[in-house]
């Protein structure tokens, strides 16, 4: 069983920023792939970036140049910096993680979610 939890959310100002931390604990044999989406009232969940164990990353358009997913595979720990936010950007972000032995043999991990709201 692996536990992932969620950090760092917040009511900030548009133009201002946030770092969302996912801390993964439990029975990790190894770790592939982690990410973050977000989910805004009426919408569908949504990718926001991700990052996998070698280190390549994928951002979704509407966050690029703005936020930036790192992690630390000591503390099996993901991060998520969010800079110049957006009043479009408020949403409850979620901490994605695949977790398993090798290719075509991983399980997807959610964190609890973490709302981040921008007033503007």
């Known amino acids: 069983q692996v536990q992932l939890v969620e950090s760092g959310g917040g009511l900030v100002q548009a133009g201002g920023s946030l770092r969302l931390s996912c801390v993964a604990s439990?029975?990790?044999?190894?770790?592939?792939?982690m990410g973050w989406y977000r989910q805004a009232p009426g919408k569908q969940r949504e990718l926001v970036v991700g990052i996998t164990s070698g280190g390549n990353t994928n951002y979704a358009d509407f966050v690029k140049g703005r936020f930036t997913i790192s992690r630390d595979n000591a503390k099996n720990t993901v991060y998520l910096q969010m800079n110049t936010l957006k009043p479009e950007d408020t949403a409850v972000y979620y901490c994605?993680?695949?977790?398993?032995?090798?290719?075509?043999?991983?399980?997807?991990?959610w964190g609890q979610g973490t709302q981040v709201t921008v007033s503007s």
């Open positions: 994605n993680v695949w977790v398993g032995p090798g290719p075509g043999l991983y399980t997807a991990y």
């Open positions: 439990g029975s990790i044999f190894s770790i592939n792939y």
